[in-house]
């Protein structure tokens, strides 16, 4: 049942509505005069209440103060109202004891308000808890940090997360409780104005949300959107999202700012403790350090140096401090403009920034937050808190930027360009927030940003090309036989040079780390890898990346005829390699031994040698067994075991796409497959295949989200491309497997 209240924003009309129930259940209950009180905590003692919240309460009592039947006789009224109740009764030796054992109870109990009985015993606990809580402060807090770091880990940041958690996600509602309890502390303060308007406001978002859902929750699943949105009086859905990822944003922000301030002043030596202002320790002009943050020096002319700016986030970024948000605030205030090209000074101490690694990401959230960020790079606000379409990012495309910067900055030994790279990395999805496919829209965006920059017109050229190509080689290398000749060709015409290439292959690891883990496991790394370095062989230049054994020690008892079958552990999955006579319908067979097994296939690769046919499966079950593994394959030869008829083949609600690309290879028909992810699909495709009697010389597989997107190279037994009549015939029977 929902509390009363004139609507979803009135927080204190519930609040003083379970005011009221409680203190009346309370008077009806004949409790003690004296030494009892009837107290409010956590939430409800903050009179934050969403409509369907529970009270949370406690009935406590000095330790000499028989209570009797009392407390049944104060819940019953309230369990009647058909109101929400978390209660308990206890003593106030047993507050204060939990409250030392348990952060959490220790938390809730910063916020007790008193609600009936003795306002003197309520008054003495709140004080004695108050007391406790910053006596044991320098203790206790390094378990609090570790308690709140465990939760981010587990439920992930509510400005990045698909179904954001309101209260337990970082920058929720657990956290802005957590930053008051840091300021109880006195040890550190906090914005108060930043953290209460934000803190005010999603918790109205929490009000709507429940008014929407109907009952109690913190979870804003995808369909809640739109009504949220019309609660919350915003134009649309993409509204709601901004607003709550973005006030999600800012409780982070504070909360990662506050909580390294509590590092400073934890580490900070016992002899030091009594000193309040921090030392100053210059850095370079203008710049200095005051304890963990960057500020100004009285000799900083933030109006005549354009580049101090960016210098001083570049300073912060590099020593892993903060920049402090004062500082940036006045930077944005008081700074000259960056002139049109920039000057060396700001170009480089933008690439620095950029190659900081992990203090990047502190430093670039102070930029965006205090309005630095938009006076050097305004093209930002088009990406900013922009969701990814696809679901297999974890980030807002904005952070996704970020992270892919840092990323690169692990690889700039790879690379002549360093520079060119970092700003490619930052760059690289600046196009997206419009119709147009990103990469064509940012091409110009990032040569004019470049520009802009003071890059020469050499380095604009691969910053152009880098952001239009940044997926080609991901794409190609999922798509396309990497050891076919025309791969090599036609990625080699569209990056140009050895250089790009090698700029573009460091961006496009850096971009799927960023991603997600599973973009860059090793089966797609090395794919990457091998396309590149054969693209490399084209642009005449030996690239520094692992080559793809062509030539595999053939077992005697496979010379004999017999099969082998080899199992060796793989990141988060395991590489079989299956060795037999070859034949058609080899890879057929090899297949089905994974689909009954009901193991997710990510890569395929076959091919003959010496008349042995050679299959390399990349799948996702560890500990496999290679006994099992060859018994059941020789029941498939052997024809004990149908595979077909142990498929369950689940209807796609869109049908398959199966596309001929009769250029894409000189010496075979390439066949791309786009169907839903399942067990069986390979082997129902080299299945088809089979029965007419052709050959899959290499197999591609690559699945993302719900599908798979497979590209099969196949030829005539004779060995040759298909006839344009054949490739008809081999998808029309590609097809109709996938959709039987």
């Given at each position: ?8 924003g009135?927080r ?14 309370f ?6 005069e ?15 209440l ?17 209570m009797g039947?009392a ?6 009224p309230?369990?009647?109202?058909g ?13 204060l004891?939990?409250?030392g054992?348990?952060l ?6 910063l ?9 003197n015993?309520?008054?003495?606990l ?8 910053r006596?044991t402060?320098?203790?206790r807090?390094?378990?609090l ?10 439920v ?13 996600a970082?920058g929720?509602?657990?956290?802005a409780?957590?930053l ?5 502390t ?8 930043d ?5 005010l ?5 929490r ?6 859902a109907?009952?109690a ?7 809640l959107?739109?009504?949220l ?6 134009d ?12 999600g944003?800012?409780i ?14 934890l580490?900070?030596?016992?002899s ?5 202002r ?6 370079e ?18 109006g005549a ?5 960016l ?11 903060e920049?402090?948000p004062a500082t940036a605030?006045?930077l944005v205030a008081?700074s000259a403009?960056?002139p049109?090209p920039w000057?060396t ?5 933008m ?10 990401l ?11 960020l ?8 088009r990406?900013?808190l ?26 700039i ?6 520079d060119?790279?970092?700003v490619?990395a ?7 927030g ?7 829209a940012?091409?110009p965006?990032?040569r004019?940003?470049a520009?802009r920059?003071?890059f ?12 239009r190509?940044?997926?080609l080689l991901s794409?190609t ?5 990497p050891e ?5 060709a036609y ?9 790009a ?5 460091a961006?496009?690891?850096a971009?799927a780390r ?5 973009a860059?496991?090793?089966w ?9 370095a054969?693209t490399?062989?084209?642009l005449?230049?030996a690239?520094?990346?692992?080559q793809?054994?062509e ?9 004999r ?9 793989d990141?988060?999955?395991s590489?079989?390699t ?7 319908g080899?890879?057929a067979?090899a ?15 076959a091919?003959?040698q ?5 299959s390399v499966?990349?799948?996702a079950?560890e ?10 394959f ?6 004990r ?8 083949r689940d209807p ?29 699909v ?48 081999a998808a029309?029977?590609v ?6």
């Amino acid at each position: 049942m929902p509390l009363l209240s004139d609507g979803p924003g009135d927080r204190r009309g519930r609040a003083d509505a379970a005011d009221a129930l409680c203190v009346g259940a309370f008077d009806a209950a004949d409790a003690p005069e004296s030494g009892c009180a009837l107290v409010a905590v956590g939430g409800y003692g903050r009179r934050e209440l969403a409509p369907y919240s529970d009270l949370d309460v406690v009935l406590v009592h000095e330790d000499d103060v028989e209570m009797g039947e009392a407390g049944e006789r104060v819940w019953y009224p309230i369990w009647d109202s058909g109101v929400r109740l978390d209660h308990s009764v206890r003593t106030v030796s047993q507050m204060l004891e939990q409250a030392g054992a348990d952060l959490r109870v220790a938390l809730g109990l910063l916020d007790l308000r008193h609600l009936a009985g003795d306002p003197n015993l309520t008054l003495r606990l709140r004080s004695d808890v108050l007391a406790h809580w910053r006596r044991t402060a320098r203790e206790r807090l390094p378990a609090l940090r570790e308690l709140v770091r465990k939760r981010h880990d587990v439920v992930g940041e509510l400005a990045h997360l698909s179904v954001p958690d309101l209260k337990e996600a970082e920058g929720g509602l657990r956290d802005a409780t957590v930053l008051t309890a840091l300021v109880a502390t006195w040890l550190v303060d906090v914005p108060h104005v930043d953290l209460e308007r934000s803190r005010l406001a999603l918790l109205d978002v929490r009000d709507a949300l429940h008014d929407v859902a109907g009952r109690a929750t913190d979870r804003v699943a995808p369909e809640l959107w739109d009504d949220l949105a019309e609660r919350l009086a915003l134009d649309d859905d993409g509204a709601a999202q901004r607003q709550v990822r973005e006030l999600g944003r800012r409780i982070t922000h504070l909360s990662r700012l506050t909580w390294r301030r509590v590092d400073g002043v934890l580490d900070r030596p016992a002899s030091a403790r009594a000193v309040r202002r921090p030392e100053l320790v210059p850095v370079e002009t203008g710049i200095a350090l005051a304890g963990a943050e960057v500020v100004l020096t009285r000799e900083a002319r933030p109006g005549a140096d354009p580049t101090l700016l960016l210098r001083a986030a570049r300073v912060a970024a590099e020593r892993d401090v903060e920049l402090a948000p004062a500082t940036a605030a006045r930077l944005v205030a008081d700074s000259a403009e960056l002139p049109d090209p920039w000057p060396t000074a700001a170009r480089q101490a933008m690439v620095r920034l950029l190659a900081a690694g992990p203090g990047l990401l502190p430093v670039w959230e102070t930029l965006e937050e205090t309005g630095a960020l938009s006076t050097f790079l305004p093209e930002w606000e088009r990406i900013r808190l922009l969701p990814h379409a696809s679901g297999i990012h974890r980030f807002t495309v904005d952070r996704h930027v970020v992270e892919t910067c840092r990323e690169a900055s692990r690889l700039i030994r790879d690379v002549a360009r360093p520079d060119v790279l970092l700003v490619a990395a930052l760059l690289h999805d600046i196009g997206k927030g419009g119709l147009t496919e990103h990469s064509i829209a940012g091409e110009p965006l990032a040569r004019s940003i470049a520009c802009r920059m003071g890059f020469d017109e050499a380095a604009v050229e691969l910053v152009g090309v880098l952001v239009r190509r940044h997926l080609l080689l991901s794409e190609t290398a999922t798509t396309r036989d990497p050891e076919d000749p025309a791969t090599a060709a036609y990625l080699a015409e569209q990056v140009g040079s050895a250089e790009a290439l090698a700029l573009l292959l460091a961006l496009t690891e850096a971009d799927a780390r960023a991603t997600s883990p599973k973009a860059w496991s090793s089966w797609r790394a090395g794919l990457v890898r091998t396309v590149a370095a054969r693209t490399a062989a084209v642009l005449g230049e030996a690239a520094a990346v692992e080559q793809v054994p062509e030539q595999v020690s053939v077992p005697r008892e496979v010379r004999r005829g017999g099969t082998a079958i080899a199992v060796l552990a793989d990141e988060g999955g395991s590489r079989v390699t299956v060795l037999a006579p070859d034949r058609v319908g080899l890879l057929a067979d090899a297949a089905a031994l994974f689909a009954m097994q009901r193991t997710s296939i990510r890569s395929a690769r076959a091919w003959a040698q010496d008349q042995v046919g050679i299959s390399v499966w990349e799948v996702a079950e560890e500990d496999l067994d290679e006994k099992v593994l060859r018994q059941r394959f020789d029941a498939i030869v052997a024809g004990r075991v149908d595979p077909s008829a142990r498929l369950t083949r689940d209807p796609d609600r869109a049908a398959p796409s199966v596309v001929v690309h009769p250029e894409a290879s000189a010496r075979s028909t390439v066949l791309e497959v786009r169907a839903a992810d399942r067990p069986g699909v390979v082997h129902l495709v080299c299945a088809a295949l089979a029965a007419l009697d052709l050959t899959v010389r290499s197999a591609h597989v690559d699945t993302l989200g719900p599908q798979a997107v497979d590209v099969f190279y196949v030829q005539e037994q004779s060995a040759g491309a298909l006839t344009d009549t054949r490739a008809a015939e081999a998808a029309h029977a590609v097809r109709a497997a996938l959709s039987g």
